[in-house]
């Protein structure tokens, strides 16, 4: 199989900052929650906003061109949901069936459903992305496709409503059952109209991620910002649900296969000869990592979330994974920290992995970005060893150093795609390594100050400026090749 080499977006990190404001998406949850007065003025978001970005919206055709002129042959990029039902889809009425457990088992969307949707649906953006897309393949691009990028509609998800009063709150997102319902609505829509040119399909991209940062550290920024490790628990569940019978729904329109886009995050104890230690970095793979990796890829899903798993065969759909790499946990034993959590009872170690201080110098003597994340490449290698355990197709689907210097980032890439020929050297088939990202972005609660691209991008004039080291070493690599 053709090895992919690639660079990854995420609508709402890349599309706006149009000059005339006019391809704004004011309906996603994240466009509230970064202009929300009270995240402002505590500073759980940077006070930067989105519609002052890159404009990927108009300036696509330029952006691809870029990922041409370095060799790139595929190019990842996400549907916005709230782009494509900007308003609710309650009204498409769907037959939904339950498993013993109770959990949805089938949601039957038929061709009139669609139709119906298709009345709802904003047809300027969905031909928008047609454009994105047939671009793409005229280019000669490989497209992968992910339909959830942690940003949802805010009639799906309210965040603000939530954190104010969770109880009633009527959008709470992926703590609801009716989440799952609506999502494969959309989902089923988006394989209807765009399935010629996708080749690959996502359905999440990083789902622990939301659990973990938005009803587990109120503190990070994320929405909706509370703690409730019930809400957490059930958004894991109904997430891996959501997945299950997404992938039937774009199976109905298409026979490109479906994955999951999992950060899978290698941890280590930080006394190896300290067995709590040993057990807190077990718990951590169990909680962070296997809860998605053994339900979709073998139906065993940890229903309780308490290390015991429960067969449930049509929650197993899959047909590849994705492993974002950025950095390890080095973590120790901590006491049960929730009664509805019992696997969490381990604690990420300052100064290792994603705890570190930003361009600093890790214990373990490694440099740190500018996020403060650790560099350690050894992690890719070990966080794919995992994913191989599944028998899937496996893509490194977002791999990146923030260096608005490009200091670290020229040796960052190298050292991290010797990790990737190491596993093929290895016997491990992994099909592509996409880069993040081309471009700088606007990363969530940090807004613009952290800089992950390729080319760095004047906010005022939206000029793309390679970062050369950056841009000649992955263009030498990808010319040489993987083998």
């Given amino acids: 199989m053709e090895f992919y080499w690639g660079v990854v977006q995420s609508a709402f990190q890349f599309e706006m900052g149009d000059p005339y ?32 970005g890159i404009n990927n919206y108009d300036l696509y055709e330029i952006d691809h061109r870029l990922a041409k002129d370095l060799g790139l042959n595929a190019y990842q990029l996400t549907i916005e949901w709230s782009r494509i039902f900007p308003c609710p889809t309650f009204s498409v009425d769907v037959k939904v069936e339950r498993d013993g457990y ?21 047809h300027r953006e969905v031909e928008h992305y047609l454009n994105v897309l047939r671009n793409l393949k005229k280019l000669g691009f490989t497209t992968f496709v992910t ?9 799906i998800h309210d965040p603000i409503a939530v954190r104010a009063n969770f109880q009633k709150a009527r959008a709470r997102g992926w703590v609801d059952e009716k989440t799952i319902v609506e999502f494969v609505k959309y989902v089923a ?56 019978k997404a992938y039937d729904a774009i199976k ?31 718990n951590y793979d169990l909680f962070h990592n296997r809860l998605f990796l053994e339900a979709v890829n073998r139906g065993n899903v940890d229903l309780e979330v308490t290390g015991e798993y ?13 492993n974002n790499y950025y950095t390890r946990e080095v973590v120790k034993h901590i006491e049960p920290k929730y009664e509805e959590l019992p696997l969490v009872t381990f604690v990420g170690v300052e100064g290792y992995g994603y705890s570190g201080n930003p361009n600093s110098i890790s214990p373990d003597n490694n440099p740190t970005s500018d996020f403060g994340w650790e560099v350690f490449p050894q992690g890719l290698y070990d966080s794919t060893l995992e994913a191989a355990e599944y028998k899937k197709d496996i893509f490194i689907t977002e791999n990146g150093i ?32 996409f880069h993040w990202a ?46």
Wanted: proline residues 7%.
């Fill in 147 to 155: 339909l959830n990028h942690q940003t949802n509609p805010i009639w």
């Fill in 310 to 322: 429960t067969k449930i065969p049509h929650l197993k759909r899959n047909d590849w994974i994705g």
């Fill in 438 to 483: 081309l471009t700088d972005n606007y990363e969530w609660a940090m807004g613009f100050k952290i800089r992950f691209g390729l080319y760095e991008v004047d906010l005022i004039t939206k000029e793309r400026i390679p970062r050369r080291k950056s841009v000649e070493t992955y263009k030498m690599i990808v010319a040489e090749g993987i083998e």
């Fill in 189 to 244: 829509y988006v394989a209807w109209k765009f399935d010629q040119y996708v080749d690959y399909w996502a359905t999440f991209d990083e789902p622990m991620v939301t659990v973990e940062l938005g009803y587990l550290a109120p503190y990070v920024g994320w929405p909706p910002g509370i703690l409730n490790p019930s809400a957490a628990k059930r958004a894991i569940i109904n997430q891996i649900v959501a997945h299950a």
């Fill in 21 to 52: 404001r006019k391809n704004i998406d004011t309906r996603s949850d994240w466009w509230h929650w970064v202009r929300d007065p009270y995240n402002i003025k505590n500073e759980l978001v940077s006070g930067d906003l989105p519609e002052e």
């Fill in 252 to 282: 109905e329109y298409s026979s490109k296969p479906v994955g999951i886009i999992l950060n899978i995050i290698p941890a280590y104890p930080f006394d190896p000869n300290d067995p709590k230690h040993v057990k807190a970095a077990e």
């Fill in 102 to 122: 109770g959990l949805i088992k089938r949601i039957k969307i038929k061709k009139e459903n669609l139709e119906e949707l298709d009345q709802l649906a904003n």
């Fill in 402 to 433: 923030a260096d608005s210097k490009d200091i670290l980032r020229p040796r960052y890439i190298v050292d991290h795609v010797r990790e990737v020929k190491r596993l093929i050297e290895n016997g491990i088939k992994v099909g592509g390594y």
